[in-house]
C-alpha cells in the first residue's frame, strides 16, 4: 500500500464545475505539495503547505493534518485545467525526499 | 516557463551506448534533483544535491551517474541502460533553508528516455 493515497485516479468534469481532489498519507509529515503535470510532462508546483489552507487563483487547498489528509478544489472549472494532479508529501525526518501519490487524471469538456 | 530547462526533451538510445542528460537552472536556487517517471507509477527520487553535494542516493543503480558541477547545472550520465529504463526523466530545483527543509520544487518538462 503506498503511503500516499490520491482519489479519485480518473475524474471528468464539464466546465464550470467545482472540482475536488483528495489525498490521504498514513505517515507523519513535515509539508505537502500538489503539483500540475499537463500531458507534455512539465510538472508545475501549485501548493507547498504545511497546515489550514491556501489559495491561489481559482485553486484551493486545504490540509488537516490530524485526519492527515488535504484536499485540492477548483472552481469554476475550465478546459485548460485537464492535466494530472499529483500529491507529494515530505515525511518527518526524511530530509528532501518527497513521498508521491499516483496522481488524479483531470478531463474538463467543454 | 519555470526557471529549469532540460535537455534534450527526447532521447532514444541502444544499451550500449553512452549519453547524458542535462539540466540548468537559473533561480539561484542552492538544491537539485533528479526524479524519474516511469509508466503509470509514481514519481521517484532518484539524486539530490544540496549546495552541490551529493544528500540523498535513493537506491539507483550505477549505470545512472549524476553530476553537479555548479549549483546552476546538473547531470545525469547514462550508460548501459536497459530497455526498462524507459521513462521521463524530471530535473527540479528549490531554494532550501538548510538540508532538511525542502523549499517549493520548480520543475524542468522532462527528458523522455527510450532504451532500444
Known amino acids: 500500500k503506498n503511503e500516499v493515497e490520491q482519489s479519485p485516479q480518473n475524474l471528468t468534469a464539464q466546465e464550470g464545475e467545482f472540482i475536488t481532489i483528495n489525498c490521504s498519507y498514513s505517515?507523519?509529515?513535515?509539508?505537502l505539495h500538489w503539483l500540475q503535470q499537463h500531458p507534455g510532462g512539465g510538472i508545475v508546483s501549485l501548493f507547498m503547505l504545511s497546515s489550514g489552507k491556501k489559495k491561489h487563483g481559482r485553486l484551493i487547498a486545504t490540509i488537516n493534518i490530524q485526519e492527515k489528509h488535504s484536499s485540492l478544489h477548483i472552481t469554476a472549472s475550465h478546459p485548460r485545467d485537464s492535466a494530472v494532479y499529483i500529491c507529494a508529501v515530505r515525511l518527518r525526518n526524511a530530509g528532501n525526499m518527497l513521498t508521491f501519490g499516483g496522481g488524479t487524471r483531470l478531463m474538463v469538456k467543454p | 516557463e519555470t526557471g529549469v530547462t532540460q535537455t534534450p526533451r527526447h532521447l532514444v538510445m541502444g544499451m550500449t551506448n553512452k549519453k547524458s542528460l542535462k539540466c540548468e537552472q537559473h533561480?539561484?536556487?542552492?538544491?537539485m534533483y533528479w526524479y524519474k517517471q516511469s509508466a503509470k507509477k509514481p514519481l521517484e527520487l532518484m539524486f539530490v544535491y544540496n549546495f552541490k553535494e551529493q544528500t540523498e542516493n535513493n537506491s539507483v543503480p550505477s549505470r545512472f551517474s549524476p553530476e553537479c558541477p555548479n549549483s546552476s547545472h546538473l547531470f545525469l550520465h547514462l550508460h548501459t541502460l536497459q530497455p526498462e529504463d524507459s521513462a521521463l526523466y524530471l530535473c527540479a530545483s528549490s531554494q532550501n533553508h538548510d538540508r532538511a527543509n525542502t523549499g517549493e520544487l520548480f520543475f524542468g518538462e522532462g527528458s523522455r528516455l527510450t532504451v532500444l
Open positions: 505517515v507523519g509529515i513535515s509539508a
Open positions: 533561480l539561484g536556487h542552492n538544491a
